[in-house]
């Protein structure tokens, strides 16, 4: 994108966040971000956060999805929030701040994490330059990365819930995780753009690590 473009997205951008009705709610009801209104939603319909559950939030920042998740966990549960941006400390939340990209740091959160997590959100997404194919393959390494995160640190029967890209490698993804979870099921909040590709994929019923992902995270990170 030249930089005449990039300014004119950024204009639109702006423009839409000061006009946008989740944005102003968001606001107006102290949440950090618009996107907690995509998480109460599925929350509403789908109920995956209950009282005295441990839940990881990946790609935290500012943290709309750990606020609300943390209200329904209540004090008896627990909320871990990771991100490679800093992020302002919130009650009930601890906060890590590393790179889901390095390895190293990863292993370190699978050691202190390991199948002791109910639920695992992410609703990570990494920064847009603009050239299509370039974003879609970023996204997908940040999904493949999640799930097998997930993997790593879920009770059986556990849930996770994702943000993804419809578009390459979609259906593969979806295939990698209805082998590892009961039932896979695709929510478009309305807080989600109409136009935007993104959707929530979420996997309920944690059966176990499969051949296939244990595999690709071998590879990745052996
Ligand atoms: C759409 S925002 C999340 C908004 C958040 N759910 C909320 O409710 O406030 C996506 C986040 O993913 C994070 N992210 C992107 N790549 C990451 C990585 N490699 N490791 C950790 N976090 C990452 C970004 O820093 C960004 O804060």
Same mark, same amino acid.
């Given at each position: 994108m030249g930089s005449k473009a990039k300014s004119q997205s950024s204009k639109r951008w702006l423009e839409r966040q000061h006009s946008d009705h989740y944005v102003l709610l968001a606001r107006e009801e102290g949440y950090r971000s618009r996107a907690a209104y995509k998480l109460l939603e599925i929350q509403k319909k789908d109920k995956i956060l209950e009282k005295g559950m441990t839940v990881v939030d990946l790609g %935290? %920042?500012?943290?709309g999805w750990s606020q609300v998740a943390a209200k329904c966990v209540g004090l008896e549960g627990k909320v871990w929030a990771i991100d490679i941006l800093p992020m302002e400390s919130l009650n009930g939340v601890d906060i890590i701040e590393g790179d889901f990209h390095n390895a190293e740091q990863l292993e370190g959160w699978v050691s202190t994490l390991e199948g002791k997590v109910d639920l695992v959100i992410s609703d990570m997404a990494p920064n847009i330059s603009g050239i299509t194919s370039v974003d879609q393959a970023r996204a997908s390494a940040l999904a493949e990365i999640a799930l097998l995160f997930a993997e790593r640190v879920l009770v059986k029967n556990g849930e996770f819930l994702i943000k993804v890209f419809q578009g390459s490698g979609f259906q593969e993804y979806l295939k990698i995780l209805k082998s590892s979870f009961k039932e896979v099921v695709v929510r478009k909040p309305k807080a989600s753009r109409a136009g935007s590709r993104e959707v929530y994929l979420l996997a309920k019923g944690y059966l176990s690590t499969t051949k296939e992902t244990r595999g690709v995270y071998l590879e990745r990170y052996a």
């Open positions: %935290a %920042a500012p943290g």
